[in-house]
């Protein structure tokens, strides 16, 4: 199996505008050690070529996140909405997979400890303004 390339993202916002331009509106969670990822695999001819990803100390507060696309606002919620301003992405959690090693995620953090930046995720800054929406 190839290795897929990958691209760490800043903020939770940033992947869900790569969904929306890509129009997958399915958003995958594994837990990789102590990292929640949260990725969007994108294929060409039924092979993964790309991942786009961002990761967190801790999960999102639930199973859907709302892309409001008059706004850009970017919410959580456990709930489905009929707004046609929204766009719903399911959070599927990923048991088990044969897409790629998920060693492709902690790759780069080593780098990074071992280059002396903090590891300090950007994406905790996203679950600070990600609250459950009605």
Known sequence: MARPKTVKLK???????VLSVAQIPLLHHV????KHVYFVPI???GGVEIVYYVES????????????????????????TSDTRVMVVPIVEVEKHNLFQEKIFYE????????GKNGQSAFAVVLGRSGKSK
């Open 43 to 45: 294929g060409v001819l």
């Open 108 to 115: 780069g953090d080593r780098k990074e400890r071992e280059s």
């Open 57 to 80: 100390n801790y999960p999102l507060s639930g199973r859907f996140v709302y892309y409001n696309t008059y706004t850009g606002d970017v919410t959580v919620s456990d709930y489905v």
């Open 11 to 17: 903020s939770l916002e940033d992947l869900i505008h």
């Open 31 to 34: 837990k990789v050690n102590s």
